[in-house]
């Protein structure tokens, strides 16, 4: 049974920057496509950034090309999520994932194992 934990989240001015952190434990993290969505009040989960089990492959919404970036450190077990140039919408609960996917796949049902999410609020 994998746990994955999000950490990170908070309250930031618009330009600002955040980084997320998503923690994983119960088996072999390194096996793992791993991916970031979010959600805000009142609309559907959106995909935001995925990366292959190496790190060699990423996958970007085009609404955070350029902004966020995402990592990950397999000795520790953490992906991670830099995001930068922070906007009002950007605002939502960002929920990491994993799965056995060999490409960083933008599609929910890809990802098998979801976290509780972690709150992100940017004002304007």
């Known amino acids: 049974q994998v746990t994955l934990v999000e950490s990170g989240g908070g309250l930031v001015q618009a330009g600002g920057s955040l980084r997320l952190s998503c923690a994983a434990s119960g088996r072999s993290f390194d096996r793992y496509t791993m991916a970031w969505f979010r959600q805000a009040p009142g609309k559907e989960r959106e995909f935001v950034a995925a990366i292959s089990w190496s790190g060699g492959r990423t996958n970007y919404a085009d609404s955070v090309k350029g902004r966020f970036t995402i990592s990950r450190d397999n000795a520790k077990n953490t992906v991670y999520l830099q995001m930068n140039s922070l906007k009002p919408e950007d605002t939502a609960t960002y929920y990491c994932?994993?799965?056995?996917?060999?490409?960083?796949?933008?599609?929910?049902?890809?990802?098998?194992?979801w976290g509780q999410g972690t709150q992100v609020t940017v004002s304007s």
């Open positions: 994932a994993d799965g056995t996917n060999y490409y960083p796949m933008a599609q929910a049902t890809h990802y098998d194992d």
